[in-house]
């Protein structure tokens, strides 16, 4: 989870990141009464002097930016939102192209969001200012000050299946997709390039934005010194980085050139099924972790050999 401050004066939402779907969404009241009970007391819409609800000749959350034949090839629509594409409207010269339905009631632009595992929610498009905050209320609001930036989420109206019961208020989506956080962001020069990292520990968590950890200073004074420490920060070591497997596409795709179990390394020919079609998906909003069945064989002939027992799903205590 992750804190987002909210409007003006700001709010705090806890938030599930999750870099496996498009979109960022959470209750808001007077609207959603039904919703369930979380972290935070829902965004008050009302109390938010820099709000906009969004018109439904203005849709944001609808649109994408790369060409209809590009999705197509790239397999690129779906992500793990189970978005379907909608092609209403959009020629092939078009760069902008209205893939996803949304409704208009009273004039708000609907959203109507589904996941994998089947918990839903709906909302309404509005537009306030957001940034990042930390677990010290004062800081947070001094950041959200200095660096916070118009961006179009999901002012939720209900929620079904694990939205309403988790502890988290929403979600933060982080996919690669023409409405986010990290491109408003950039595009208000709030960070310093288009890009941000997830470190994950028992005692929580850290994200940096833009960069490898340092607090961002956007004047043109700062900026020199900025690029001077980039590889300073919170990092211990220089950063590693691996290539995506395919491009124009939502999720973030990596190629798998090892699977081990304990020190067993499973043969190399079974890499061709946890590379081809969608190729492996990095997704930080999934506890779980999913191969090809046809790995199955030589996975579970290695557990066995090194854990001494029989490989099944169900819950086991090893420790």
């Known amino acids: 989870h992750a804190y987002l401050y909210i409007g003006t004066p700001p709010q705090r939402q806890t938030l599930i990141v999750d870099t496996g779907s498009r979109l960022t969404a959470f ?29 439904c000749d203005k849709c944001r959350l609808n649109q994408v930016d790369y060409p209809i034949e590009e999705y197509f090839l790239g397999d690129g629509f779906g992500s793990n939102s189970g978005d379907g594409p909608s092609l209403r409207g959009a020629d092939n010269n078009q760069r902008q192209r209205n893939l996803f339905p949304t409704s208009c009631v009273n004039n708000q632009c609907g959203l109507d969001q589904k996941y994998t595992e089947g918990s839903s929610w709906k909302a309404f498009e509005v537009q306030d200012k957001v940034w990042l ?154 506890t779980d972790t999913f191969i090809s069945h046809k790995v199955a064989k030589p996975f579970i002939l290695a557990w066995e050999k090194i854990t001494g027992r029989q490989y099944n799903n169900r819950l086991q205590r090893y420790t």
């Open 27 to 55: 209750p808001c009241q007077p609207h959603c009464p039904e919703c369930g009970t979380h972290a935070s007391k829902p965004f008050q819409l009302n109390a938010s002097s820099s709000h906009e609800i969004v018109s």
């Open 133 to 286: 905050g930390l677990d010290e209320t004062k800081q947070s609001v001094e950041e959200h000050d200095k660096y916070s930036a118009p961006f179009t989420f999901g002012c939720q109206v209900s929620e079904q299946g694990l939205f309403k019961t988790q502890y988290a208020d929403g979600i933060m989506g982080l996919a690669m997709y023409t409405q986010t956080l990290v491109g408003s962001w950039l595009h208000h020069r709030s960070i310093p390039r288009p890009s941000f990292s997830l470190c994950l520990n028992q005692k929580g968590g850290h994200i940096a934005l833009g960069g490898t950890g340092l607090t961002y200073d956007p004047s043109p004074e700062q900026d020199q010194q900025q690029k001077q420490h980039a590889s300073t920060g919170r990092h211990l070591a220089p950063m590693q980085f691996t290539p995506f497997a395919k491009e124009n596409v939502w999720y973030y795709t990596v190629r798998v050139t090892s699977i081990s179990v304990g020190d067993h390394v499973l043969p190399k020919r079974i890499l061709q099924f946890v590379n081809d079609h969608k190729g492996t998906i990095v997704d930080s909003g999934t």
